[in-house]
Every structure is written in C-alpha cells, then in structure tokens.
C-alpha cells in the first residue's frame, strides 16, 4: 500500500487525508419560492401624511407662488421638517389637483413671475412664521 487515502485530498466535512474524523453536515437545500408569494415585486410607497401647519405652509405657499423652484424648495423642506422630496410630490400632487379643477388650463403665468422675486426677498420665513404653526 502507498499510504496514500482513497478520499484524498478532502472528506465530506473538509477534513483534509485521515488525521481527523469526517463531520457530515446537513445542509439543506433552499426551498423553492411558493407559487402564492412573488418575489421581486415593488411595493408602491407609503402616502406622506402632512399636518395641518406643513399643509397650510405649503398651500399658502401655492396660493401665492403657483410652483416652488429648487430653492424654494430646499427652504421650505427644512423650515417644515420635511424631506426635499416630500416637498417636491405635495407640490405635483397639489398641481395635478388644479388641472383637474380647471380642465387642464394653465394658471401660473402670474405666479412664474411673483415666483422670481421669491427668494430674494426671504418670503419663505415671512409665510413660515405668520401665525400657522
């Protein structure tokens, strides 16, 4: 006989040649998926609930401007405590409303122009603080 094991170079439990006692682990294999439950799916998200003051801050905001450029935006996210893209889908959402108040017909071409004079005046603290909170 050469000395040499039949199981060479490894065991069932990864023992190396005959020194050490082989360990047969149960590993099972994974299930299969269920035929009821789908994998991969996107849930859609949580609808952000609002309350009352960030709801009167923003639609005064709206009243007054029409739509938010990016840093009114930003300022009013972090005067509300809310998150920029919280602020962003409000004002879609709010948008979408409008048009289907008023037959898809555009209402904003004053407020594009107020909008401009927005920032430069600082009339995102003026709305914040006027009583609302």
Not at 2 to 13: D, F, K, T
Not at 17 to 24: H, I, L
Not at 88 to 104: D, H, L, M, N, V
């Amino acid at each position: 006989s050469s000395g040499i094991n039949a199981e060479w170079p490894l065991r069932p439990g990864g023992t190396v040649g005959g020194s050490q006692q082989s360990q047969v682990t149960n590993i099972r294999p994974p299930s299969p998926p269920s035929p009821h439950r789908q994998t991969n799916v996107i849930k859609p998200r949580a609808t952000k609930r609002f309350t009352y003051s960030q709801s009167a801050v923003l639609e005064e905001f709206f009243q007054k401007y029409g739509s938010a450029r990016i840093v009114d935006r930003i300022a009013l996210a972090q005067k509300l405590g809310l998150y920029k893209n919280d602020v962003i889908g409000w004002f879609q959402s709010r948008r979408r409303k409008e048009r289907r108040a008023t037959s898809g017909g555009s209402t904003y071409s004053q407020a594009t122009v107020d909008q401009n004079n927005f920032a430069q005046n600082g009339n995102i603290a003026q709305i914040c603080s006027s009583g609302v909170r």
